[in-house]
């Protein structure tokens, strides 16, 4: 990741209208701000959310709250909770998310 054209700025979260994203259960509230050509993003995820898709795209995720399930397509889980985070690849390793009580998170990518 090449970070360039980027000023200096602020980010108030609270001020950053969310985007609301289904998944096969739950939503997803995305707060998302564009610096140049990286989504950096503040995602909480309801209780019983369940992506609708393996995801491709790379990304740095650390969690704020609450507690993630990271399933892998080849079948590796793992579990995240806050103050943990995790980076892949774009390509690498397609995953899914899923959280049985609500999950906060700061994504970058």
């Not at 259960?25 to 990286?38: E, H």
């Not at 993003?41 to 019983?48: A, F, I, K, S």
């Amino acid at each position: 990741m090449k970070m360039s054209d980027i000023p200096f700025a602020l980010t108030d979260w609270s001020a950053v209208a969310p985007t609301e994203h289904a998944g096969i259960t739950g939503m997803a509230l995305w707060r998302t701000v564009t610096c140049g050509g990286i989504r950096v993003r503040m995602v909480e995820y309801t209780p019983g959310y369940l992506a609708d898709h393996w995801c491709s795209k790379g990304h740095i995720l650390l969690c704020l709250e609450g507690e993630l399930h990271t399933e892998l397509e080849d079948g590796r889980t793992f579990v995240l909770r806050p103050g943990m985070s995790y980076q892949v690849a774009d390509q690498a390793e397609p995953h899914r998310s899923s959280t049985q009580g609500g999950a906060k998170l700061f994504i970058v990518d």
